[in-house]
Structures are given as structure tokens and as C-alpha cells.
């Protein structure tokens, strides 16, 4: 095929630049070259969601030190928000105490609504306990919401290792978290 051959052909004259991701997500390689001291271009909110480091977007020719508080708090985030374009739900509906908490008017959550519940957090544990919280006060069921965050999670998290499966109860009980025991 013409791909093939472009593969072969980029390999072939500039094999000794590039990193090839073989029956893995592209994401995935570059988020670990990222943690590797790399420099990446990107223009992907989910490669800053989940690494450190030096990032240029070349859509707007902007160069960001993303700190390890940025990836979290991008994470978080898209936790919240979801992502339409990969079919990840995010909070569909916020509770009326959580509105009401945060000074919140809409239903979902969008970009400003997002920013708004995780407004404050000093520590990932803090972001993380907010995020738990919008999930936690849905109006679905306590099982629910605790695989509709799992499943969240799994998909936008970038494995910083080769072959790792994300776990995101183990993941928060490295920070403190058990968020099972909340109902």
C-alpha cells in the first residue's frame, strides 16, 4: 500500500529521527518519550493531560513548560469534561449540592464548569477528591458512577510504560484515595 511504502521510505531517509510505534498507541510512545526528557509537538490536549516536560503546539507555534501540577489538573479535567471525539462521557449531570457548591448554573460539564470544581486544588489528592465528588453525586447508581470513572479513565490515561494497563482505584490509592468506600 502507499502508506507502507511512505513508512519504509521516512524510515529509510530519516530512520535515525524517528521513533516508530509498533502495535501500540502512538499516544502512548510519545508520552513516554515525553517522561523520557524529550521534547514534544503536539497539538493534542491528551498528550498534555498526561505528561511533564517541554511541549511546542505547532498550530499556534507556542512553546508551554508542562509542569506535573498541569498534567493532573488537564486530567482531571477530562475527567470531568469527558472527550466527545473519543465518545468519552465525562459528568453527564452534576447534582443540585454540587451546582450550588461550586456556584455552578449548567447541567454539564464544559471547559468553564470544569475549571470552576477543580478551582482552588492545590494537590492532585484535592483534584482528584472533587472529581470523585461530581461522579460520586450524579444521579446514577453508586456502581455506576464508580465504572462509568474506571472506564473514563482507563481510556483517556497515556501508559507511561510500555505495556501497562491503568488501574485508576490502584492509581488513587497511591494518593490516599479509596474511593470504593465512598457511596
Not at 19 to 43: H, K, L, P, W, Y
Not at 64 to 83: A, H, I, P, T, V
Request: proline share 1%; hydrophobic share 30%.
Amino acid at each position: 500500500t502507499v502508506f507502507d511504502e511512505l513508512v519504509r521510505w521516512v524510515q529509510h531517509n530519516y530512520g535515525e529521527y524517528c521513533i516508530v510505534s509498533n502495535e501500540e498507541e502512538t499516544d502512548d510512545v510519545v508520552v513516554r518519550q515525553a517522561f523520557a526528557g524529550n521534547i514534544v509537538a503536539c497539538m493534542d490536549k491528551d498528550i498534555v493531560a498526561n505528561c511533564t516536560g517541554w511541549l511546542y503546539n505547532y498550530n499556534n507555534e507556542e512553546w508551554k513548560y508542562n509542569s506535573d501540577k498541569d498534567r493532573w489538573m488537564k486530567f482531571c479535567q477530562q475527567m470531568l469534561e469527558g472527550d466527545k471525539s473519543d465518545n468519552i462521557p465525562g459528568v453527564e449531570k452534576l447534582s443540585d449540592e454540587v451546582k450550588q457548591k461550586y456556584s455552578i448554573t449548567t447541567n454539564g460539564v464544559g471547559d468553564a464548569t470544569a475549571e470552576k470544581l477543580l478551582s482552588g486544588c492545590a494537590t492532585e489528592k484535592e483534584a482528584w477528591e472533587r472529581v470523585i465528588e461530581a461522579y460520586s453525586s450524579s444521579p446514577v447508581s453508586t456502581e455506576e458512577w464508580k465504572e462509568r470513572m474506571q472506564e473514563n479513565a482507563f481510556f483517556l490515561w497515556m501508559c507511561r510504560e510500555k505495556g501497562q494497563t491503568f488501574n485508576l482505584r490502584d492509581y488513587l490509592k497511591g494518593l490516599g484515595i479509596d474511593y470504593y468506600s465512598t457511596n
